[in-house]
């Protein structure tokens, strides 16, 4: 295919449509045509978007909940081609990525796991709050987390208690999804006839170093769009400005 005029949107969508907010298909809908209407002003020249949303889509046979959630919202979301009111026709595809973009066709099994436990956890340094009064007791709620976790038998703080750390919790998690988006956004800026812009939406600043990486390798216009203002980190962004990537914060105005 030729990729001239081509954008790549890789979205990081539990960064930007968090599971513990609800959100609609129609508030996903419209955020992402927000997206698009922001970058279809900002590249003129762009006449194809490749919309990839990335997160743990499958579960170690099929689709896990939250993949199932989000492929329920794809039929909801801005349709291509897309005729702007200046008779400028834009395609695109919006789909989910599965798989790495230059990598095998057939999805990646568990970028979503479910585990029992929970990571170690540590308390801020002493002296906690005055209002804590019970400091070293299996009564105060940090201390009891402390002490769930702290031995590799991580069994209850409570005497009486034979109740362990995996049996009492489970936990979450997202496996691949972050070095898969960050695979792509290099790859594509060394595709040959490589795409005209690389957008990452997301405000993890761990996307800083392939953005970067991607900035000075390839020819790409390279973007970032923080889509929370509370995951926007300030140091980040300063540092990818200074290089040339352009950083957008998104308005909810």
């Given amino acids: ?40 002003s900002l590249l003129p020249s762009i006449s194809q978007f490749e919309v990839r949303l990335y997160g743990g889509w499958y579960d170690d046979l099929d689709l896990s909940r939250r993949g199932s959630e ?13 005729t702007l009111p200046t008779g400028r026709i834009l395609r695109g595809i919006i789909e989910m990525a599965g798989a790495p973009i230059f990598g095998p066709t057939a999805p990646l099994l568990e970028t979503y796991r479910v585990r029992g436990s929970l990571p170690r956890v540590r308390v801020a340094p002493r002296p906690l709050p005055d209002s804590c009064t019970h400091e070293a007791s299996a009564a105060c709620p940090a201390m009891a987390l402390k ?19 995996s049996d009492v919790f489970v936990s979450h998690e997202q496996k691949m999804v ?26 993890d600043s761990d996307f800083v170093p392939p953005m970067l990486t991607a900035h000075r390798l390839g020819e790409a216009h390279i973007i970032q769009i923080c889509p929370r203002e509370d995951e926007r980190a300030d140091r980040a962004t300063a540092l990818l400005e200074a290089e040339g990537v352009t950083v957008i914060e998104e308005s909810h105005e």
């Fill in 1 to 40: 295919m030729d990729t001239s005029g081509v954008c790549l949107i890789a979205v990081d969508y539990d960064n930007a449509f968090p599971p513990s907010t609800s959100f609609t298909a129609e508030e996903v809908s419209q955020r992402v045509t927000r997206w698009l209407q922001l970058l279809e």
């Fill in 178 to 203: 972050d070095t898969m988006i960050a695979t792509d956004v290099v790859a594509a800026s060394l595709t040959p006839d490589g795409y005209e812009a690389i957008v990452v939406i997301s405000g």
């Fill in 147 to 165: 002490s769930f976790t702290r031995h590799g038998s991580r069994e209850c703080p409570v005497p009486a208690c034979s109740s362990t750390a």
């Fill in 70 to 82: 989000v492929a329920a919202v794809l039929p909801e979301l801005p349709q291509f081609p897309r």
